[in-house]
């Protein structure tokens, strides 16, 4: 495919933040939550909820790259899936400012 090491440090110091920075948001709110006797159990919850976000995630792409990009070359597979991907996150998140708008002249 051609990835340069310089762009998959990038990619994975990118995907680090982005993770990082998410993660840290939700445990801290979710355990402040919960009373300090369920923390522990609050902070497994979210780990199995994230995780089953991952692998949701990757099957759901996985479908979408064997609908797109299935008997085109694989990197062309993978780059319509991703464009595919980003448009419909994209549409999603214009989908839930417009929501967010709507909620707040109510």
Known sequence: IGASQAGLALTFVAAGIGLGTLQIGYMDLTLSLMPAASRGVAGALVNVVRLLGIAGGAIVLFALHRMIGDGLDPAQGYARTFIATG???????????????????A
């Open 87 to 105: 448009a419909g996150l994209g549409l999603a998140g214009l989908a839930a400012l417009g929501f967010r708008a709507a909620l707040a002249r």
